[in-house]
Protein backbone atom coordinates (compact mmCIF):
# COMPACT_ATOMS: atom_id res chain seq x y z
CA UNK A 1 0.00 0.00 0.00
CA UNK A 2 2.65 2.23 0.58
CA UNK A 3 3.45 2.37 -2.79
CA UNK A 4 -0.17 3.28 -4.39
CA UNK A 5 0.49 6.76 -4.55
CA UNK A 6 3.26 6.37 -7.57
CA UNK A 7 0.27 3.89 -8.79
CA UNK A 8 -2.12 6.80 -10.31
CA UNK A 9 1.02 8.63 -11.66
CA UNK A 10 2.09 5.90 -13.62
CA UNK A 11 -1.25 5.38 -14.95
CA UNK A 12 -1.78 8.64 -15.93
CA UNK A 13 1.85 8.70 -17.37
CA UNK A 14 0.77 5.73 -19.76
CA UNK A 15 -2.83 7.14 -20.06
CA UNK A 16 -0.88 10.46 -21.79
CA UNK A 17 1.28 8.49 -23.75
CA UNK A 18 -1.39 6.92 -25.38
CA UNK A 19 -3.50 10.00 -25.90
CA UNK A 20 -0.29 11.83 -27.32
CA UNK A 21 -0.02 8.85 -29.88
CA UNK A 22 -3.50 8.65 -31.10
CA UNK A 23 -3.98 12.83 -31.10
CA UNK A 24 -0.77 12.37 -33.92
CA UNK A 25 -3.04 12.67 -37.26
CA UNK A 26 -5.36 15.09 -36.09
CA UNK A 27 -2.65 17.32 -34.92
CA UNK A 28 -1.42 16.62 -38.43
CA UNK A 29 -5.30 17.46 -39.70
CA UNK A 30 -6.02 20.30 -38.06
CA UNK A 31 -2.11 21.88 -39.47
CA UNK A 32 -3.67 24.66 -42.09
CA UNK A 33 -0.54 25.04 -44.16
CA UNK A 34 -0.63 21.17 -44.68
CA UNK A 35 -4.28 21.25 -45.14
CA UNK A 36 -4.30 23.70 -47.94
CA UNK A 37 -1.48 21.26 -49.76
CA UNK A 38 -3.22 18.09 -49.50
CA UNK A 39 -6.58 20.11 -50.96
CA UNK A 40 -4.95 21.59 -53.80
CA UNK A 41 -3.02 18.15 -54.35
CA UNK A 42 -6.42 16.48 -54.85
CA UNK A 43 -7.84 18.74 -56.62
CA UNK A 44 -5.38 18.82 -58.94
CA UNK A 45 -4.16 15.31 -59.55
CA UNK A 46 -8.07 14.72 -60.00
CA UNK A 47 -7.72 16.71 -62.95
CA UNK A 48 -4.43 15.83 -64.11
CA UNK A 49 -5.56 12.44 -64.39
CA UNK A 50 -8.64 12.86 -65.65
CA UNK A 51 -6.85 15.04 -68.74
CA UNK A 52 -4.63 12.71 -69.53
CA UNK A 53 -7.13 9.68 -70.08
CA UNK A 54 -8.54 12.71 -72.11
CA UNK A 55 -5.99 13.24 -74.32
CA UNK A 56 -5.34 9.43 -74.82
CA UNK A 57 -9.28 9.35 -76.19
CA UNK A 58 -9.15 12.77 -77.90
CA UNK A 59 -5.76 11.54 -79.67
CA UNK A 60 -7.30 8.21 -80.86
CA UNK A 61 -10.68 10.12 -81.81
CA UNK A 62 -8.77 12.62 -84.08
CA UNK A 63 -5.82 10.16 -85.43
CA UNK A 64 -7.78 6.44 -85.01
CA UNK A 65 -4.53 5.29 -84.04
CA UNK A 66 -4.27 3.29 -80.94
CA UNK A 67 -0.02 3.39 -81.16
CA UNK A 68 -1.08 7.61 -81.30
CA UNK A 69 -3.31 7.18 -78.40
CA UNK A 70 -0.38 5.23 -76.32
CA UNK A 71 2.08 7.45 -77.40
CA UNK A 72 0.75 10.32 -75.23
CA UNK A 73 1.65 8.21 -72.30
CA UNK A 74 5.33 8.23 -73.72
CA UNK A 75 5.72 11.86 -73.36
CA UNK A 76 4.69 12.24 -69.64
CA UNK A 77 7.54 9.95 -68.87
CA UNK A 78 10.15 11.97 -71.17
CA UNK A 79 10.79 14.27 -69.10
CA UNK A 80 12.22 12.03 -66.13
CA UNK A 81 15.22 12.17 -67.90
CA UNK A 82 15.80 16.07 -67.01
CA UNK A 83 14.95 15.66 -63.12
CA UNK A 84 18.53 16.58 -61.84
CA UNK A 85 17.92 20.03 -63.79
CA UNK A 86 15.14 20.04 -62.22
CA UNK A 87 15.91 19.27 -58.30
CA UNK A 88 18.83 22.45 -58.68
CA UNK A 89 15.75 24.92 -59.61
CA UNK A 90 13.92 23.41 -56.77
CA UNK A 91 16.97 23.49 -54.34
CA UNK A 92 17.90 27.15 -55.36
CA UNK A 93 14.06 28.78 -55.08
CA UNK A 94 11.99 29.78 -52.62
CA UNK A 95 10.11 26.48 -53.31
CA UNK A 96 6.89 28.03 -52.00
CA UNK A 97 7.49 30.11 -54.91
CA UNK A 98 8.20 27.13 -57.28
CA UNK A 99 5.50 25.51 -56.92
CA UNK A 100 3.26 28.27 -57.47
CA UNK A 101 4.93 29.65 -61.08
CA UNK A 102 4.84 25.94 -62.10
CA UNK A 103 1.04 25.59 -61.69
CA UNK A 104 0.44 28.96 -63.21
CA UNK A 105 2.59 28.05 -66.22
CA UNK A 106 0.95 24.97 -66.42
CA UNK A 107 -2.35 26.41 -66.53
CA UNK A 108 -1.46 28.83 -68.77
CA UNK A 109 0.11 26.14 -71.13
CA UNK A 110 -3.37 23.99 -71.04
CA UNK A 111 -4.74 26.83 -73.22
CA UNK A 112 -3.36 26.16 -76.21
CA UNK A 113 -6.05 23.21 -76.32
CA UNK A 114 -8.44 25.70 -77.83
CA UNK A 115 -6.07 25.35 -80.73
CA UNK A 116 -6.60 21.59 -81.19
CA UNK A 117 -9.37 20.93 -83.75
CA UNK A 118 -8.09 17.88 -86.58
CA UNK A 119 -5.37 15.53 -86.73
CA UNK A 120 -2.97 17.75 -88.20
CA UNK A 121 -2.72 19.78 -84.68
CA UNK A 122 -2.11 16.44 -82.52
CA UNK A 123 1.66 17.07 -81.92
CA UNK A 124 0.44 19.99 -79.86
CA UNK A 125 -1.33 17.82 -77.60
CA UNK A 126 1.57 15.78 -77.45
CA UNK A 127 3.95 18.90 -76.78
CA UNK A 128 1.25 19.43 -73.83
CA UNK A 129 1.49 16.78 -72.76
CA UNK A 130 5.26 17.01 -72.66
CA UNK A 131 4.79 19.89 -70.71
CA UNK A 132 2.84 18.07 -68.41
CA UNK A 133 5.66 15.79 -67.63
CA UNK A 134 7.99 18.41 -67.41
CA UNK A 135 5.38 19.99 -64.56
CA UNK A 136 5.40 16.53 -62.60
CA UNK A 137 9.20 16.83 -62.01
CA UNK A 138 8.87 19.97 -60.44
CA UNK A 139 5.73 20.04 -58.71
CA UNK A 140 5.82 16.83 -57.08
CA UNK A 141 9.47 16.84 -55.62
CA UNK A 142 8.60 20.84 -54.22
CA UNK A 143 5.87 19.60 -52.78
CA UNK A 144 7.50 16.66 -50.74
CA UNK A 145 10.17 19.41 -49.65
CA UNK A 146 7.23 21.65 -48.97
CA UNK A 147 6.05 19.28 -46.65
CA UNK A 148 9.57 18.82 -44.83
CA UNK A 149 8.85 22.80 -43.36
CA UNK A 150 5.16 22.17 -42.28
CA UNK A 151 4.90 19.38 -40.40
CA UNK A 152 6.89 17.86 -37.61
CA UNK A 153 10.03 15.61 -38.16
CA UNK A 154 7.70 12.73 -36.06
CA UNK A 155 4.44 13.18 -38.48
CA UNK A 156 6.62 13.26 -41.66
CA UNK A 157 5.72 9.91 -42.75
CA UNK A 158 1.94 10.88 -41.26
CA UNK A 159 1.98 13.31 -44.27
CA UNK A 160 3.46 11.17 -46.70
CA UNK A 161 1.67 8.38 -46.42
CA UNK A 162 -1.78 10.58 -46.81
CA UNK A 163 -0.94 12.76 -49.62
CA UNK A 164 -0.42 9.18 -51.09
CA UNK A 165 -3.69 7.83 -50.33
CA UNK A 166 -5.22 10.87 -51.32
CA UNK A 167 -3.47 10.24 -54.61
CA UNK A 168 -4.34 6.85 -55.05
CA UNK A 169 -7.84 7.49 -53.89
CA UNK A 170 -8.09 10.40 -57.33
CA UNK A 171 -6.87 7.37 -59.50
CA UNK A 172 -9.84 5.01 -58.89
CA UNK A 173 -12.21 7.94 -60.09
CA UNK A 174 -9.66 9.98 -62.65
CA UNK A 175 -10.35 7.29 -65.45
CA UNK A 176 -13.96 6.86 -65.24
CA UNK A 177 -14.23 10.63 -64.75
CA UNK A 178 -11.91 11.85 -67.43
CA UNK A 179 -13.76 9.36 -70.07
CA UNK A 180 -16.73 10.56 -69.61
CA UNK A 181 -16.43 14.25 -69.07
CA UNK A 182 -14.56 14.07 -72.52
CA UNK A 183 -17.89 12.00 -74.06
CA UNK A 184 -20.26 14.91 -72.58
CA UNK A 185 -18.63 18.37 -72.76
CA UNK A 186 -15.49 17.23 -74.85
CA UNK A 187 -12.08 17.12 -74.69
CA UNK A 188 -11.70 21.53 -74.77
CA UNK A 189 -13.55 22.26 -71.81
CA UNK A 190 -12.04 18.95 -70.19
CA UNK A 191 -8.44 20.88 -70.40
CA UNK A 192 -10.15 24.24 -69.20
CA UNK A 193 -11.39 22.57 -66.09
CA UNK A 194 -7.98 21.04 -65.16
CA UNK A 195 -6.05 24.13 -65.66
CA UNK A 196 -8.20 25.78 -63.02
CA UNK A 197 -7.75 22.64 -60.54
CA UNK A 198 -3.67 24.01 -61.14
CA UNK A 199 -4.95 27.78 -60.37
CA UNK A 200 -6.68 26.27 -57.12
CA UNK A 201 -3.22 24.10 -56.05
CA UNK A 202 -1.57 27.51 -57.04
CA UNK A 203 -3.71 29.53 -54.80
CA UNK A 204 -3.47 27.08 -51.75
CA UNK A 205 -0.09 27.29 -51.86
CA UNK A 206 0.02 30.81 -51.80
CA UNK A 207 -2.07 31.04 -48.94
CA UNK A 208 0.44 28.84 -46.94
CA UNK A 209 3.06 30.53 -45.08
CA UNK A 210 6.84 28.66 -44.37
CA UNK A 211 9.00 30.74 -42.37
CA UNK A 212 11.83 28.81 -43.30
CA UNK A 213 11.46 28.66 -46.62
CA UNK A 214 14.15 30.87 -48.74
CA UNK A 215 15.91 31.66 -51.84
CA UNK A 216 19.30 29.86 -51.77
CA UNK A 217 22.05 31.30 -53.85
CA UNK A 218 24.15 29.55 -56.92
CA UNK A 219 27.28 27.03 -55.15
CA UNK A 220 30.48 27.00 -55.60
CA UNK A 221 31.30 25.34 -58.66
CA UNK A 222 29.20 24.55 -61.89
CA UNK A 223 25.89 23.75 -62.61
CA UNK A 224 26.69 19.83 -63.59
CA UNK A 225 28.26 19.82 -59.79
CA UNK A 226 25.04 21.49 -58.57
CA UNK A 227 22.62 18.54 -60.98
CA UNK A 228 24.96 16.08 -59.14
CA UNK A 229 24.91 16.89 -56.26
CA UNK A 230 21.69 15.05 -54.91
CA UNK A 231 22.60 11.85 -57.15
CA UNK A 232 26.03 12.18 -54.81
CA UNK A 233 24.33 12.31 -51.44
CA UNK A 234 21.85 9.70 -51.90
CA UNK A 235 24.88 7.42 -53.25
CA UNK A 236 27.29 8.82 -50.03
CA UNK A 237 24.10 7.88 -47.73
CA UNK A 238 24.00 4.70 -47.07
CA UNK A 239 20.57 3.70 -46.18
CA UNK A 240 19.81 5.89 -49.27
CA UNK A 241 22.07 3.89 -51.60
CA UNK A 242 20.59 0.58 -50.37
CA UNK A 243 16.99 2.22 -51.02
CA UNK A 244 17.66 2.88 -54.59
CA UNK A 245 19.51 -0.54 -55.64
CA UNK A 246 16.75 -2.64 -53.79
CA UNK A 247 14.07 -0.63 -55.22
CA UNK A 248 15.10 -0.05 -58.67
CA UNK A 249 16.12 -3.96 -58.43
CA UNK A 250 12.66 -4.53 -57.36
CA UNK A 251 10.78 -1.77 -59.87
CA UNK A 252 13.18 -3.75 -63.16
CA UNK A 253 10.51 -6.28 -63.02
CA UNK A 254 7.70 -4.80 -61.11
CA UNK A 255 6.25 -3.01 -64.33
CA UNK A 256 5.63 -6.17 -66.07
CA UNK A 257 2.07 -6.66 -63.92
CA UNK A 258 0.97 -3.36 -66.44
CA UNK A 259 0.71 -6.06 -68.86
CA UNK A 260 0.49 -9.19 -66.87
CA UNK A 261 -3.24 -8.17 -65.46
CA UNK A 262 -4.74 -8.97 -68.53
CA UNK A 263 -3.01 -12.35 -69.02
CA UNK A 264 -3.96 -13.18 -65.18
CA UNK A 265 -7.55 -11.69 -66.12
CA UNK A 266 -7.73 -14.17 -70.00
CA UNK A 267 -5.76 -17.00 -68.62
CA UNK A 268 -5.80 -17.61 -65.59
CA UNK A 269 -9.53 -16.55 -64.44
CA UNK A 270 -11.06 -16.85 -67.90
CA UNK A 271 -12.98 -13.32 -67.57
CA UNK A 272 -13.43 -10.76 -69.98
CA UNK A 273 -10.67 -7.74 -70.33
CA UNK A 274 -12.98 -5.87 -69.01
CA UNK A 275 -12.08 -7.86 -65.44
CA UNK A 276 -8.96 -5.62 -65.30
CA UNK A 277 -10.68 -2.83 -64.17
CA UNK A 278 -11.37 -4.84 -60.90
CA UNK A 279 -8.16 -5.84 -60.18
CA UNK A 280 -7.18 -2.03 -60.40
CA UNK A 281 -9.65 -0.70 -58.56
CA UNK A 282 -8.51 -3.20 -55.70
CA UNK A 283 -5.22 -1.70 -56.07
CA UNK A 284 -6.49 1.71 -55.05
CA UNK A 285 -7.81 0.58 -52.11
CA UNK A 286 -5.14 -1.42 -50.97
CA UNK A 287 -3.05 1.99 -52.01
CA UNK A 288 -4.98 4.27 -49.80
CA UNK A 289 -5.46 1.29 -47.03
CA UNK A 290 -1.85 1.50 -46.87
CA UNK A 291 -1.34 5.33 -47.24
CA UNK A 292 -3.37 5.71 -43.82
CA UNK A 293 -1.45 3.38 -42.08
CA UNK A 294 1.86 3.93 -43.23
CA UNK A 295 2.61 6.97 -40.53
CA UNK A 296 2.23 4.00 -37.49
CA UNK A 297 3.82 1.80 -39.41
CA UNK A 298 6.56 4.29 -39.90
CA UNK A 299 6.59 5.45 -35.70
CA UNK A 300 6.53 1.25 -35.07
CA UNK A 301 9.07 -0.14 -37.59
CA UNK A 302 10.76 2.32 -38.78
CA UNK A 303 10.69 3.65 -42.35
CA UNK A 304 13.43 1.62 -44.18
CA UNK A 305 11.46 -1.54 -42.55
CA UNK A 306 8.36 -0.03 -44.72
CA UNK A 307 9.90 -0.16 -47.99
CA UNK A 308 11.13 -3.47 -47.21
CA UNK A 309 7.67 -4.74 -46.62
CA UNK A 310 6.05 -2.83 -49.03
CA UNK A 311 8.24 -4.48 -51.64
CA UNK A 312 7.92 -8.01 -49.86
CA UNK A 313 3.75 -7.60 -50.14
CA UNK A 314 4.42 -6.88 -53.77
CA UNK A 315 6.60 -10.35 -54.16
CA UNK A 316 3.61 -12.16 -52.09
CA UNK A 317 1.12 -10.34 -54.33
CA UNK A 318 2.76 -12.12 -57.28
CA UNK A 319 3.09 -15.19 -55.83
CA UNK A 320 -1.10 -15.21 -55.10
CA UNK A 321 -1.86 -13.78 -58.29
CA UNK A 322 -0.83 -17.16 -60.08
CA UNK A 323 -4.19 -19.16 -58.01
CA UNK A 324 -6.91 -19.89 -60.71
CA UNK A 325 -9.60 -17.98 -57.89
CA UNK A 326 -11.61 -14.64 -58.43
CA UNK A 327 -11.15 -13.94 -54.58
CA UNK A 328 -7.22 -14.85 -54.17
CA UNK A 329 -6.89 -12.79 -57.28
CA UNK A 330 -8.64 -10.17 -55.81
CA UNK A 331 -6.61 -10.26 -52.61
CA UNK A 332 -3.60 -9.94 -54.14
CA UNK A 333 -4.40 -6.79 -56.07
CA UNK A 334 -4.97 -5.59 -52.59
CA UNK A 335 -1.47 -6.48 -51.59
CA UNK A 336 0.14 -5.46 -54.73
CA UNK A 337 -1.32 -1.80 -54.46
CA UNK A 338 -0.30 -1.70 -50.36
CA UNK A 339 3.15 -2.85 -51.08
CA UNK A 340 3.58 0.09 -53.79
CA UNK A 341 2.12 2.39 -51.67
CA UNK A 342 4.43 1.50 -48.49
CA UNK A 343 7.57 1.19 -50.91
CA UNK A 344 6.79 5.17 -52.60
CA UNK A 345 5.90 6.59 -48.43
CA UNK A 346 9.21 4.97 -47.17
CA UNK A 347 11.30 5.86 -50.23
CA UNK A 348 10.24 9.66 -49.70
CA UNK A 349 10.26 10.00 -45.97
CA UNK A 350 13.98 7.93 -45.95
CA UNK A 351 14.99 10.71 -48.60
CA UNK A 352 13.38 13.60 -46.41
CA UNK A 353 15.17 12.35 -43.01
CA UNK A 354 18.27 11.75 -44.17
CA UNK A 355 18.84 14.97 -46.19
CA UNK A 356 19.98 18.57 -45.54
CA UNK A 357 17.47 21.32 -46.22
CA UNK A 358 19.45 22.14 -48.86
CA UNK A 359 19.59 19.48 -51.14
CA UNK A 360 16.25 18.37 -50.71
CA UNK A 361 15.00 18.71 -54.39
CA UNK A 362 18.12 17.44 -55.77
CA UNK A 363 17.68 14.41 -53.71
CA UNK A 364 14.50 13.99 -54.06
CA UNK A 365 14.34 14.05 -57.83
CA UNK A 366 17.55 11.89 -57.62
CA UNK A 367 16.14 9.17 -56.11
CA UNK A 368 12.65 9.63 -58.02
CA UNK A 369 15.07 9.18 -60.94
CA UNK A 370 16.57 6.67 -60.72
CA UNK A 371 13.48 4.63 -59.46
CA UNK A 372 11.25 5.33 -62.02
CA UNK A 373 14.05 4.34 -64.61
CA UNK A 374 13.75 0.48 -64.23
CA UNK A 375 9.98 0.48 -63.88
CA UNK A 376 9.20 2.61 -67.06
CA UNK A 377 11.64 0.13 -68.73
CA UNK A 378 9.75 -3.07 -67.21
CA UNK A 379 6.66 -1.99 -68.67
CA UNK A 380 7.74 -1.92 -72.31
CA UNK A 381 10.06 -5.30 -71.52
CA UNK A 382 6.91 -6.73 -70.02
CA UNK A 383 4.90 -6.05 -72.87
CA UNK A 384 7.63 -7.73 -75.55
CA UNK A 385 8.52 -10.24 -72.73
CA UNK A 386 4.13 -11.85 -72.40
CA UNK A 387 4.42 -12.17 -76.23
CA UNK A 388 6.74 -15.17 -75.84
CA UNK A 389 6.81 -16.10 -72.43
CA UNK A 390 4.54 -17.90 -69.70
CA UNK A 391 2.80 -14.63 -68.24
CA UNK A 392 3.17 -17.59 -64.78
CA UNK A 393 6.82 -17.63 -65.20
CA UNK A 394 7.20 -13.59 -65.44
CA UNK A 395 5.02 -13.27 -62.69
CA UNK A 396 7.49 -15.54 -60.83
CA UNK A 397 9.99 -13.82 -61.87
CA UNK A 398 8.39 -10.77 -60.22
CA UNK A 399 8.26 -12.76 -56.92
CA UNK A 400 11.72 -13.76 -56.58
CA UNK A 401 13.27 -10.57 -57.64
CA UNK A 402 10.74 -8.34 -55.26
CA UNK A 403 11.82 -11.29 -52.87
CA UNK A 404 15.21 -11.15 -53.50
CA UNK A 405 15.50 -7.31 -53.05
CA UNK A 406 13.67 -7.12 -49.79
CA UNK A 407 15.78 -9.62 -48.07
CA UNK A 408 18.79 -7.70 -49.14
CA UNK A 409 17.48 -4.04 -48.32
CA UNK A 410 16.39 -5.77 -44.90
CA UNK A 411 20.02 -7.52 -44.09
CA UNK A 412 21.63 -4.05 -45.92
CA UNK A 413 20.03 -1.79 -42.74
CA UNK A 414 20.56 -3.92 -40.65
CA UNK A 415 24.31 -4.28 -41.60
CA UNK A 416 24.55 -0.62 -41.18
CA UNK A 417 22.69 -0.43 -37.79
CA UNK A 418 20.40 2.39 -40.17
CA UNK A 419 16.51 1.31 -39.11
CA UNK A 420 16.89 -0.48 -35.93
CA UNK A 421 14.70 1.75 -34.28
CA UNK A 422 11.77 4.25 -35.45
CA UNK A 423 13.95 6.72 -37.52
CA UNK A 424 12.16 10.01 -35.88
CA UNK A 425 13.66 9.32 -32.83
CA UNK A 426 16.94 10.26 -34.28
CA UNK A 427 16.38 12.55 -36.79
CA UNK A 428 16.97 16.28 -36.54
CA UNK A 429 14.09 19.01 -37.23
CA UNK A 430 16.68 21.70 -38.07
CA UNK A 431 18.05 22.04 -41.04
CA UNK A 432 21.15 22.43 -39.46
CA UNK A 433 21.58 19.67 -37.15
CA UNK A 434 20.34 17.72 -39.67
CA UNK A 435 23.64 18.55 -41.84
CA UNK A 436 25.60 18.41 -38.69
CA UNK A 437 24.10 14.31 -38.58
CA UNK A 438 24.60 14.42 -42.41
CA UNK A 439 28.72 14.75 -41.92
CA UNK A 440 28.80 12.30 -39.45
CA UNK A 441 27.65 9.96 -40.91
CA UNK A 442 29.75 10.23 -44.45
CA UNK A 443 31.23 12.36 -46.55
CA UNK A 444 29.03 15.20 -47.72
CA UNK A 445 29.19 16.74 -51.43
CA UNK A 446 31.75 18.82 -52.49
Same mark, same amino acid.
Given at each position: ?25 ? *? ?5 ? +????? +????? @? &? ?11 ? !????? &? ?77 ? /? ?62 ? !? ?22 ? #???? $? ?18 ? /????? &? ?6 ? @????? @???? $? ?61 ? #??? !?????? $?????? =? ?20 ? *? ?8 ? @?????? =? ?14 ? !? ?8 ? *????? *? ?23
Amino acid at each position: MGNSPGLPRRLTSKFTGVLRNRERPS *TLLSNRP +FQLLI +FGQTL @S &TLGDRALIIAFGV !WVKEL &TGSNAAAGGAFFFVALPYLFAPLAGVIIDRLQRRQVFIVANLIMAAILLLTLLVHSASQVWLLYLIILCYGISGIIINP /TQSALVVGIVDTKELADANGLLQASSDGVKLLAPLIGAALFVLIGGHDVALLDAGTFVVAAACV !WLMRIPSDERRPAEAGSLRDEMLA #GLRH $VWRTPALRALVIALGTALLV /TGFTQ &TLNFAIVS @SGLHR @SPAF $VGVLVSAQGVGAIVAGVTAGRATRRLGDGRVVTIGIAGVALAAVIYLAPYVGAVILAALLFGA #GIC !WSTVGM $VTMVQR =RTPARLQGRALTATIGIVSAPQ *TVSIALGAAL @SLVVNY =RILLGIVAVVNGLSAL !WLARRLAADH *TDSQP *TEAAAPSDPAQMESAESSSGPQDS
